[in-house]
């Protein structure tokens, strides 16, 4: 069983970056598609991006195409999130997901989240 551990969120200002990560245990971290999703208050959890197994693919949402990019190191187990030019409306609690197949619900692994907070 893979457990996620998500760190490097934070307080910045508007037009700024952050870089998230998050960390797996276990050994078979290649098997899973990983993703990232973000809660903000009074939202639904939503679907940022994620990366195939090989990182050979990725996905974004409209919202954060060409300003967020997703990648993963396998031989450290650890997926990043690395988001520029931040607005206020990224906003949220981010949360890293696992699974193996090519969707993710209730059924997949998640993490406890980490709050990203941007001020305008």
């Known amino acids: 069983q893979v457990q996620l551990v998500e760190s490097g969120g934070g307080l910045v200002q508007a037009g700024g970056s952050l870089r998230l990560s998050c960390a797996a245990s276990g050994r078979t971290f290649f098997n899973y598609r990983m993703g990232w999703f973000r809660q903000a208050p009074g939202k639904e959890r939503e679907f940022v991006t994620d990366?195939?197994?090989?990182?050979?693919?990725?996905r974004y949402s409209d919202s954060v195409k060409g300003r967020f990019t997703i990648s993963r190191d396998n031989a450290k187990n650890t997926v990043y999130l690395q988001m520029n030019s931040l607005k206020p409306e990224d906003t949220a609690v981010y949360y890293c997901?696992?699974?193996?197949?090519?969707?993710?619900?209730?059924?997949?692994?998640w993490g406890q989240g980490t709050q990203v907070t941007v001020s305008s």
């Open positions: 997901a696992a699974d193996a197949s090519s969707s993710y619900s209730t059924r997949s692994l």
């Open positions: 990366i195939s197994r090989l990182g050979t693919s990725t």
